[in-house]
C-alpha cells in the first residue's frame, strides 16, 4: 500500500468514525434528554422550537472519536478527549445555566471586578484549565520526545525549562483560545461547522493531528444538516468542544512557529470580536456571505 493510499484509508477511517459517533449519540440524546425535552429546548429567530442537544452530542463525539481512533499515541488521544469533554463540559453549563447580562470577554471579565461570577467567568475558567491541562498531557512533544520517551531530534530538543514551560502556557492558551474563537462563530446555522470543515484537508497529510482532524471532519458533517435545518444548534458546549480539539490538533502537530502564529491570530480574532461584529463583516463579503448561507433555510 502507498503512502498516499494509507493516508486516504486512515482518512477514511476518521470520518467514518467521527460521523458515526456523532449519530450514535444524536439518536440516543434525542429519545432520552438528560432532565427531559424541556430543559434543552429554545426557541430560535423565527419563533420556532430547537434544541441544545447538538452540544453535548459534538462533544461527546469527539472524545470518543479520539479514544478510539487508531493512528495516534495513547497522550494525544487522551488530550484530546481531555480537550473536548472539558471545553464541551463547560459550555453546556453556561448554556443551561446562564447567569448574568454580561457578553463577551470583557464584559465577563468587567463583572469579575465588580465582585459578580457569572457563568461566562466559569466558562473562562474552565477552558483555561483544559488548556492548561491539554497542553500538559502533550508536553513532552515540544521536549522532543515521542510517545515511548525516546528523544527525538527536533526543535524543541533544545528548549529548556523556562523556555518549556513558556510553551506550555502558549499551547494551553492556542487550546482555550482556540474554543473561545470557535463560539464567537456560533452566530447562523452552519457557520460555526463550517469554519471547521476547513481542517478537513489536513486529515489526509502525514501529519500527527491527522488522525484527530479527521475524526473531528466526519462528526461536523454528520451534524451540519440537522444545524442547517435549524432542528438543532450546537451552542456554547458543542463550539468550544470543536475549537478546543481543532487547538489540540495545532498544538500536536504543528512546530512551536506556527502555533506561535496561530495563538496570533486566535488572539486577534478575539480582541477584535469585542469591536467588530463577525456577522456584519461576514455578510459585506460577497464570497463570505454566499459560503455562510450555503445550505441555510431563506431568511
Not at 452530542?57 to 495513547?74: E, I, N
Not at 497522550?75 to 463540559?89: D, H, L
Amino acid at each position: 500500500m502507498t503512502r498516499a493510499t494509507s493516508r486516504l484509508v486512515r482518512a477514511a477511517a476518521g470520518l467514518t468514525l467521527g460521523a458515526s459517533a456523532a449519530r450514535g449519540l444524536w439518536t440516543v440524546a434525542v429519545q432520552r434528554p438528560p432532565g427531559g425535552p424541556a430543559r434543552w429546548q429554545r426557541v430560535n429567530h423565527r419563533g420556532e422550537p430547537l434544541t441544545l442537544l447538538e452540544g453535548p452530542v459534538m462533544a461527546g463525539a469527539l472524545a470518543v472519536g479520539a479514544l478510539l481512533t487508531t493512528g495516534m499515541s495513547a497522550r494525544v488521544r487522551v488530550a484530546a478527549a481531555v480537550a473536548a469533554a472539558g471545553a464541551g463540559g463547560v459550555g453546556v453549563l453556561d448554556d443551561l445555566a446562564e447567569r448574568g447580562a454580561s457578553k463577551g470577554l470583557r464584559g465577563h471579565l468587567s463583572a469579575l471586578r465588580r465582585g459578580e461570577i457569572t457563568t461566562g467567568v466559569i466558562k473562562i475558567a474552565g477552558l483555561a484549565a483544559t488548556g492548561l491541562t491539554v497542553a500538559a498531557v502533550v508536553r513532552d512533544r515540544q521536549q522532543g520526545r515521542g510517545s515511548g520517551g525516546a528523544p527525538r531530534p527536533t526543535a524543541g530538543a533544545t528548549v529548556g525549562p523556562v523556555g518549556g514551560l513558556l510553551q506550555w502556557g502558549l499551547d494551553a492558551c492556542l487550546v482555550a483560545g482556540t474554543a473561545n474563537v470557535a463560539n464567537l462563530l456560533d452566530l447562523r446555522p452552519g457557520r460555526c461547522l463550517k469554519a471547521g470543515l476547513l481542517a478537513a484537508p489536513a486529515s489526509l497529510s502525514a501529519g500527527a493531528a491527522a488522525p484527530l482532524v479527521a475524526v473531528t471532519t466526519g462528526a461536523a458533517l454528520a451534524l451540519l444538516p440537522t444545524d442547517l435545518a435549524e432542528r438543532a444548534m450546537l451552542g456554547d458546549g458543542g463550539a468550544n468542544a470543536l475549537g478546543a480539539v481543532l487547538g489540540t490538533a495545532v498544538v500536536v502537530g504543528a512546530p512551536p512557529r506556527t502555533r506561535a502564529a496561530a495563538l496570533a491570530a486566535v488572539v486577534g480574532l478575539t480582541l477584535l470580536s469585542e469591536r467588530v461584529s463577525f456577522t456584519r463583516v461576514i455578510e459585506s463579503t460577497p464570497v463570505l456571505r454566499e459560503l455562510d448561507a450555503l445550505g441555510r433555510r431563506p431568511r
